[in-house]
């Protein structure tokens, strides 16, 4: 066969402009999983409000306090004042200034419910990730468990821990919020787990000789984020609700320390003549509550796959 040389020549090519050199590039950046959920999720401007607005009470409940000169269990002033230009929200029945000390319970309040949710959140991911994963007997048995842990009523098992401890601190509201707070979502992830456990990803890592506690700490827990983060953000409203709620019944924090609940518990048989003692408190509670209501939608929505366009 009759082999053909071909020189190259300088005319056979042509020079392009710089605007057909934008042909090659990719017209669409690449988006992963989170970059695309934060963009639905700003795309729900009531949820984005929302957390602008937790944002504005996260940093009034850290810098509020030092904000007047007043201390929040000193007496500053006559009782049951009302508001004025001295008093932002006026006095309390022995002369404490109200705004200082209404920052001051939303502390107590806010690191209640994230720490309460946090906790629950650990417990509750690895039970019921290792309930799902290891089926048969172990999840029958773990979630028994579980069952017996909802049946106990909550007021009854909070009065019971909070005189076994003997103390009116934080730890122990915590723990009596956490005994089985951390049920439901423990469920949630048994569910996520068991649909989960039988892709070919955790196949292949079982191929691979990974071990257990490796599969489910680093393949499967990681891909329920998206369930964990929303029951994050819909319990720590629910820990802030329960604090208020067993402060209203004087099982709650007890002074000197104050929380929005207290606050509230004080200020009820006094409703008639200051309603403004308890209106601000109530207030607070209810819209930090709506604040991560309406976060926990937002996210829920932007971390399901279904509603990806």
Not at 26 to 53: C, E, M, Q
Not at 155 to 178: K, P
Request: glycine content about 10%; aromatic content about 12%; some cysteine.
């Amino acid at each position: 066969m009759e082999k053909t040389n071909y020189e190259l020549n300088r005319n056979d090519f042509e020079r392009i402009s710089n605007d057909q050199k934008d042909s090659e590039f990719i017209g669409r950046p690449v988006v992963t999983y989170w970059s695309d959920a934060w963009r639905r999720f700003k795309k729900n401007k009531l949820a984005l409000f929302s957390l602008g607005l937790l944002g504005v009470i996260i940093l009034l409940v850290v810098f509020g306090p030092y904000i007047n000169s007043y201390s929040y269990d000193a007496v500053v002033g006559p009782s049951n004042a009302k508001p004025s230009a001295e008093f932002w929200f006026g006095t309390d029945d022995i002369g404490r200034d109200i705004f200082t000390r209404l920052w001051k319970g939303g502390r107590v309040s806010i690191v209640i419910g994230i720490v309460g949710a946090i906790i629950g959140t650990v417990v509750g991911g690895i039970y019921g990730a290792i309930s799902g994963y290891f089926g048969g007997r172990v999840d029958t048995i773990m979630m028994r468990i579980v069952e017996i842990l909802y049946s106990i009523p909550y007021l009854l098992l909070v009065i019971i821990i909070r005189l076994a401890f003997n103390d009116s601190g934080y730890a122990s509201l915590i723990l009596a919020m956490t005994i089985t707070g951390w049920c439901g979502l423990a469920r949630l992830v048994r569910g996520q787990i068991l649909s989960l456990k039988e892709q070919d990803f955790v196949l292949a890592a079982r191929a691979l000789g990974v071990s257990d506690r490796d599969i489910i700490l680093k393949h499967l827990l990681p891909n329920t984020l998206n369930v964990i983060l929303v029951s994050i953000s819909f319990d720590v409203p629910g820990y802030i609700f329960s604090e208020a709620f067993l402060s209203y019944l004087g099982l709650g924090v007890q002074p000197p320390n104050t929380s929005w609940g207290a606050m509230a518990s004080a200020a009820q048989t006094k409703f008639l003549f200051y309603p403004y003692q308890l209106f601000f408190p109530g207030f607070m509670i209810a819209i930090t509550m709506l604040c991560f209501t309406l976060i926990g939608d937002g996210l829920r929505d932007a971390l399901d796959p279904s509603l990806r366009d």
